[in-house]
């Protein structure tokens, strides 16, 4: 009502829109005269006249930037380095905005010079996946205006069929123009390789390069030379792991990427939002031992989920009995909402929740529970309706517990396998037990540590085993293929190949399917798509649903959507949505509803949300004799070609949720489209948790002004009105007074149901925010240690003055451990101080010994530091004598950045390994009544600050203990390669699965140590050895770092 007044008073929002941009609108149409007049070479020309106009006036401001680089590159003073980096900062602003003003000063022209040579080329052929396509297409207006916003850095929000693909290409030539770099990021492969085909035809008339990242292999030469392009067209996926790629090779040469200027997202809410909780992760393998826990503990979880299903029936049985006497209707809710808690997805179940009144019972004994849940332990009357379960599920939270009787079944001989210590209780209790010797403490606690991280390993497997028996349903979250379990995506349907859901979860889904469980990996590099995008100077998108999720655009990524108006009026008819009470009723619904349309020879598109529910369909549609083609994860290689003819006469498509965005269905030439609900007719058979996804599926009808039909059948047995759905619906539904098979439709139960769709929406991104907010905490860390990685990686006066840094840290905390428990300058032993530094550095510091020369703490730190640099400075000497006899220039430089990149590498993965565990026990400080993103801050700033630490410490004593041997210096190391194989965690975790890919073992080059061995012995080598057979690969490591021996110096064993 009051939208409608507003707009009534100041117009639509795409009416606003047009009158803001008009102006722009009409100074390109005032270019396209002199245009015509032009011949092609003329119009060709105008590419390079527009950027010797950009060099006219950035040019001069470019090479300050470049001279200011060069002078702080090669700077070794800190102090005159930090002032260039002042300045330096100020000349990018000033020349970047230079740039920026020039394109916008340019856009009018150059979108009129993209329009004319997209006039010049109609008629053409242009080869697109291996098929000719003829050119026939020029920007409208409408398109112009959302070319605009796109180079405005906003998201244009055009309907489906409205060229999205074509209006990418204005802003991408405009700011391709500077030659740093435009990227255009897509939702698959087959976008990225058509899209890049396709516009590339006018991109190259117009004198720019082009180029796809999936044309090209990881870490390569072309993949180099494919960001080296004006544009580049790629998936979120590739520019995402070529950037971690980028922060763990060896050399500058190894890099692929540049500058992160422009980045233009196509269907931007499906990279932006429905995959913002998948995290892009490297990993590498750690050992397959947990494969032998997940096989053995998998026969007795999947006996107890048979026997749980049992008593569930029962339950049900029970509560249908006492719903017969009326005095026994509440008893009845709490036996059924012991049965929900216990299987929720129970068909009888199902069916008596639909019945009248039954919904509410169940909800009214939910929340006696919950209120009982809450008085102390002694009053609570519902404690034991756990007590009949072995274990309880909570869809909503995707979680599952055990209970005390699942625990006995799962291990009847060992009650105690389930009772997890205090272990920082009984460590402290033994380090001060006087009656056992230090030896005999330290093996005590050895075996504690042991017999803990065992127990939780074990709970862990079992955890995630109940939750793939419980939870995970074959056809919906996941499909076997070729003997591997292979994820579905939940918004699309198709097939993930490659990714892994992570923390054992996908172990315990190969268990329960009995294929090979692989072995566990660890995390090398990370980072969530949000901070990804977010280093983009200019960040724009484009999708035909973006309004929903406007809010979320803009508190993260800064974005505002602007709605551009069709081209042509939009005719397609939304219907209210059909409601049945069962999913067998609806199925035979929108089996009669397709039959009826298939005989007016108008094309179906239906949408499903699984796998399952597709081959339902396809069957009942099989039964009736009607021919139809099923597109989902089995069958994704023909996706482009069934989606193409969906709109064929007399076509029925089911095809699982969003599958084939980005392909238009173009209605059939022999349609009558006078005939009343002529067009694509779109059947929805089930809401989506997201109103946007459903948006998109009524979008792929009435493109281009084409007339339309859209409908959705529901039943209160879907997933979303069975877990979100309110008591309001189903009291709705029983004054309706449903027959079976009877169809209720009303506004005010599609009000009811877009209404728990937004309570979903809003839970879901508050997950999103949240998995932002923990991984920002790790952003600013990477960004440190990317930082110095790069000063490694560029071997300038940076480097050293860093390494000299870290020198001077390690020496200072040594020393200061040293003398910490002396109180006066007559207890320190010097001697020994002397000899430490000696011992773990090389380090000669005579001057720690010489009471008269250093008699405070003080002075004894600085003589330690100055000792410290002499051997630094002797070091540099060395390696540039060397480099001098053999004929090698920058051996010095060579070495100090092979050891910095081992160090870092080897230590910024085990802090990865060590924040994961922190973010996985962090969250039961809720019970606590302790804000875990707040405790998680805290401990992970300490835990860096270690880190930080550590890095000084080990980098000091492994350079300052180099040498060289006469072979020369060290070959590069290969480029770190991911095999084409993408691996995801689970939907119970933080977030809802990143996406992973898994390498080999690191390359650490070898450089002689003092007592021969190879520095990737010194280093701690990472690719294995012989183990040592005392210890247990569960047991904590002897090298004091608190983590397990397999997660640490035996990850390779």
């Not at 022209?109 to 052929?125: D, N, Q, S």
């Not at 976008?191 to 180029?211: E, I, N, P």
Request: proline residues 4%.
């Amino acid at each position: 009502m009051i939208k409608r007044l507003v707009e009534s008073v100041f117009g639509t929002r795409q009416a606003r829109e047009v009158k803001r941009l008009q102006p722009i609108l009409n100074q390109i149409k005032s270019h396209e005269d002199r245009l015509k007049a032009l011949d092609d070479a003329g119009v060709q020309a105008e590419t390079q006249r527009f950027r010797a106009i950009l060099a006219e006036r950035t040019d001069a401001l470019r090479a300050e930037v470049e001279r200011l680089r060069a002078e702080k590159h090669g700077c070794p003073d800190p102090v005159e380095r930090d002032a260039l980096d002042q300045l330096l900062q100020k000349a990018e602003v000033t020349w970047k905005n230079e740039v920026n003003q020039t394109l916008d000063d340019l856009l009018p022209e150059a979108f009129a010079a993209v329009r004319e040579a997209c006039r010049r080329l109609v008629g053409t052929t242009v080869d697109v996946t291996g098929q000719p396509i003829q050119w026939n297409m020029v920007p409208y207006d409408v398109q112009l205006i959302g070319g605009i916003a796109l180079h405005q850095g906003r998201i244009a929000e055009m309907a489906t069929g409205e060229g999205k693909t074509l209006v990418a290409t204005l802003p991408l030539y405009l700011n391709a123009l500077t030659g740093r770099g435009a990227h255009l990021v897509t939702v698959n492969n087959y976008l990225a390789r058509r899209d890049s085909q396709w516009m590339g035809h006018l991109y190259r008339w117009l004198g720019l390069t082009v180029a796809c990242l999936d044309d090209t292999e990881p870490s390569s030469q072309q993949r180099r030379d494919a960001y080296l392009a004006d544009i580049t067209y790629g998936t979120n996926n590739e520019f995402g792991f070529d950037y971690l790629r980028d922060n763990m090779v060896f050399s500058l040469e190894q890099r692929v990427q540049r500058e992160y200027v422009y980045a233009m997202i196509d269907e931007v809410d499906s990279i932006l939002i429905d995959e913002a909780r998948t995290p892009l992760i490297i990993s590498g393998p750690v050992g397959d031992e947990d494969s032998v826990h997940y096989r053995g503990f998998n026969p007795k979880v999947a006996e107890m989920v048979r026997r749980q299903n049992e008593v569930v029936s029962g339950l049900v049985a029970e509560g249908e009995k006492l719903l017969e006497d009326e005095k026994k209707k509440h008893d009845a809710g709490v036996i059924l909402y012991q049965a929900q808690m216990g299987g929720p997805k129970n068909k009888k179940l199902a069916k008596l929740l639909n019945e009248t009144g039954v919904k509410q019972l169940v909800q009214r004994a939910e929340l006696d529970y919950l209120a009982d849940r809450k008085l102390p332990t002694k009053q609570q009357s519902m404690r034991n309706i756990e007590e009949s379960l072995f274990f309880v599920l909570d869809e909503k939270g995707h979680s599952v517990h055990l209970t005390d009787r699942g625990a006995a079944a799962l291990s009847p001989n060992d009650p105690d396998l389930f009772l997890v210590p205090d272990l920082s209780l009984e460590i402290h209790q033994l380090e001060h037990d006087e009656s056992k010797s230090l030896e005999e403490r330290a093996e005590l606690r050895r075996q504690m540590e042991a017999d803990y991280a065992a127990k939780s390993e074990q709970l862990h497997v079992i955890h995630k085993l109940l939750q793939a028996h419980a939870l995970y349903e074959r056809e919906t979250e996941y499909i076997v293929q070729e003997g591997q379990v292979l994820i579905v995506d939940e918004f699309t349907g198709r097939i993930m190949h490659g990714r892994r859901w992570s923390d054992g979860l996908h172990q315990a889904v190969e268990a329960k399917e009995g294929v090979v469980v692989k072995g566990e990996t660890q995390t090398f590099a990370t980072i969530t798509i949000q901070n990804y995008f977010r280093m983009f100077e200019k960040l724009a998108g484009m999708t035909g649903t973006a309004e929903t999720e406007e809010t979320e655009f803009y508190s993260i990524y800064g974005l505002e959507v602007s709605v551009i108006p069709t081209n042509r009026p939009i005719r397609r008819t939304d219907h209210v949505d059909q409601i049945y009470k069962t999913r067998r009723e609806k199925f035979n619904a929108v089996a009669e509803e397709v039959e009826r349309i298939h005989k007016t020879g108008m094309p179906v598109l239906i949408g499903t949300t699984s796998v399952d529910i597709s081959e339902t369909l396809s069957r009942q549609l099989q039964r009736r004799g009607l021919v139809h083609e099923v597109l989902n994860a089995k069958y994704h290689q023909r996706e482009a070609e069934i989606v193409a003819k969906a709109g064929m006469k007399g076509a029925i498509t089911i095809a699982t949720n969003m599958a084939g965005r980005g392909t238009d269905i173009k209605l059939d030439p022999a349609l009558d489209l006078t005939a009343s609900e002529a067009g694509l007719h779109i059947i929805g058979t089930e809401r989506h948790e997201s109103r946007r996804i459903d948006r998109q599926l009524r979008g792929r009808s009435g493109r281009q002004g084409d007339p339309g039909v859209s409908l959705f059948f529901l039943s209160l047995e879907d997933d979303l009105m069975r877990l979100f759905g309110s008591d309001r619906i189903a009291r709705m539904m029983d004054k309706g007074g449903a027959e079976e098979g009877e169809v209720i439709t009303g506004k005010l139960i599609t009000a009811a149901i877009e209404s728990a769709q937004k309570r979903v929406e809003l839970q879901n991104f508050q997950q999103r925010k949240r998995l932002l907010d923990y991984d920002d905490v790790m952003n600013q860390q990477r960004e440190v240690i990317y930082s110095t990685r790069l000063f490694a990686l560029e071997r300038g006066a940076e480097l050293q003055a860093e390494a000299l840094k870290m020198i001077r840290a390690a020496l200072t905390k040594a020393a200061e451990n040293y003398l910490a428990d002396a109180e006066r300058p007559e207890e320190f032993d010097r001697v020994g101080l002397h000899e430490s530094l000696l011992l773990q550095f090389l380090v000669p510091a005579d001057a720690v010994k010489d009471a008269d020369a250093t008699p405070t703490r003080e002075a004894v730190i600085e003589a330690a530091v100055a000792a410290g640099e002499e051997a630094f400075q002797r070091k540099v000497d060395y390696l540039q004598e060397f480099g001098g006899k053999i004929g090698i220039p920058e051996v010095d430089l060579q070495v100090l950045s092979q050891v910095t990149l081992s160090v870092l590498d080897e230590k910024w993965k085990d802090h990865l390994y060590d924040l994961d565990q922190l973010r996985n026990a962090i969250q039961y400080r809720a019970y606590g009544q302790k804000d875990p993103l707040v405790e998680y801050k805290k401990e992970a700033f300490d835990m860096f600050e270690d880190l930080l630490r550590d890095i000084q410490a080990t980098f000091s004593e492994r350079y300052l203990k180099i040498q060289v041997s006469a072979d020369g210096p060290p070959p590069p190391p290969p480029p770190v390669m991911a095999p084409p194989v993408l691996n995801a965690p689970s939907t119970d975790d933080l977030f809802n699965g990143p996406v992973t890919r898994t390498v080999g073992p690191t390359v650490v080059p070898k450089i002689t140590t003092p007592g021969g061995q190879g520095l990737s012995h010194a280093f701690g080598d990472q690719t294995g050895g012989a183990p040592d057979p005392a210890i247990g690969r569960n047991d904590p490591c002897p090298c004091g770092s608190g983590k397990k021996y397999k997660k640490c110096h035996g990850a390779g064993a």
